[in-house]
């Protein structure tokens, strides 16, 4: 079983994420790999007491690098863009952001 805080791990905070926040009602987070939209949507009206109308989900694969004569590669991740409702409350930690 999961715990919420184990599927929601840090949210996002560019430019872009900012704007589609203010203006579309949508908030970006960094998810677990191996959690689904359902998963992610539970995670966060559980968290955040709002409510979601759609998520939308991103693979990203790490990148190679090295550093003189080392080869590695940094960490994959998962991203979610969150849709609210119309009729929800917006989400308290990111209103001291705007």
Known sequence: MKFAQDIILTPVITERSMDIMRNQRKYTFKVAVDANKIEIKNAVEELFKVKV????????????????????KTASYKKAIVTLTEDSKTIEFFDNLM
């Open 53 to 72: 109308s759609a998520v939308n989900t991103m693979k990203y694969e790490g990148k190679e690098k090295r550093v003189r004569y080392k080869a590695g």
